[in-house]
């Protein structure tokens, strides 16, 4: 197991490792995701993509779209999708060990996923997806860990030579992220069209950025 923190020069982003937030107050340990994260996941992505009551998360989707960006049964056809070409990666809060009263472990609390995917098990490029961190521990560096999770594995794992995401495009505050992040514009673009969702602006599109690994 290794042990990283977000603000490290030489990090080793590498799943069953140990990283911690900006302020060091979070201690996270990434990991695969399993059929057990169901649950916790469809929350934490529903909740950053579309919004969650009572919060003020750093941005959403809300006012754009509507409806649901994952359910059970879509996650759980990923989760049994080929190890090759598609995997969820998550973080979960790694703090001091505990156990419920009858000995059994107690349960770790998922902070937040990233997904990668591509069309076959030789493909030299991939999508990273479905990056998501729950609204309360937003802007704290998860979701760059997650992004570097996710490019080290593709890169040494998959052998990528180039990510690719795509994104609304006007979710100003994303782009500049990513493309802080390294990730240029390709000049493709696409209509919204995402299953189980209904764009609420006319002419909305995703464009497309990619980065060399």
Same mark, same amino acid.
Request: hydrophobic letters at 35%; proline letters at 2%.
């Given at each position: 197991?290794?042990?990283?923190?977000?603000?490290?020069?030489? #990090?080793?982003?590498?799943?069953?490792?140990?990283?911690?937030?900006?302020?060091?107050?979070?201690? %996270?340990?990434?990991?695969?995701?399993?059929?057990?994260?169901?649950?916790?996941?469809?929350?934490?992505?529903?909740?950053?993509?579309?919004?969650?009551?009572?919060?003020?998360?750093?941005?959403?989707?809300?006012?754009?779209?509507?409806?649901?960006?994952?359910?059970?049964?879509?996650?759980?056809?990923?989760?049994?999708?080929?190890?090759?070409?598609?995997?969820?990666?998550?973080?979960?809060?790694?703090?001091?060990?505990?156990?419920?009263?009858?000995?059994?472990?107690?349960?770790?609390?998922?902070?937040?996923?990233?997904?990668?995917?591509?069309?076959?098990?030789?493909?030299?490029?991939?999508?990273?997806?479905?990056?998501?961190?729950?609204?309360?521990?937003?802007?704290?560096?998860?979701?760059?860990?997650?992004?570097? %999770?996710?490019?080290?594995?593709?890169?040494?794992?998959?052998?990528?030579?180039?990510?690719?995401?795509?994104?609304?495009?006007?979710?100003?505050?994303?782009?500049?992220?990513?493309?802080?992040?390294?990730?240029?514009?390709?000049?493709?673009?696409?209509?919204?069209?995402?299953?189980?969702?209904?764009?609420?602006? #006319?002419?909305?599109?995703?464009?497309?950025?990619?980065?060399?690994?």
């Amino acid at each position: 197991m290794s042990v990283g923190s977000s603000s490290s020069t030489c #990090e080793i982003y590498e799943l069953d490792s140990i990283f911690y937030n900006k302020t060091k107050s979070v201690k %996270l340990y990434s990991r695969l995701a399993t059929t057990d994260d169901i649950d916790q996941l469809v929350d934490i992505v529903n909740w950053a993509y579309r919004g969650k009551e009572g919060t003020n998360p750093w941005t959403t989707e809300k006012g754009l779209v509507e409806g649901k960006r994952i359910t059970p049964q879509m996650l759980e056809n990923l989760l049994s999708t080929d190890k090759n070409v598609t995997q969820i990666f998550v973080l979960e809060n790694a703090g001091a060990d505990s156990t419920l009263q009858d000995g059994a472990a107690a349960r770790k609390e998922v902070l937040g996923c990233v997904k990668i995917d591509r069309e076959s098990a030789v493909d030299t490029n991939a999508v990273i997806g479905m990056l998501s961190v729950n609204p309360h521990f937003q802007s704290q560096g998860i979701g760059g860990i997650l992004l570097k %999770l996710a490019e080290n594995y593709l890169k040494s794992q998959w052998k990528i030579k180039y990510s690719y995401l795509h994104v609304i495009e006007t979710r100003h505050e994303l782009l500049k992220w990513y493309r802080a992040s390294g990730y240029v514009e390709t000049g493709e673009k696409e209509p919204f069209d995402f299953p189980n969702s209904k764009a609420l602006i #006319e002419n909305m599109y995703f464009i497309y950025l990619n980065k060399q690994l």
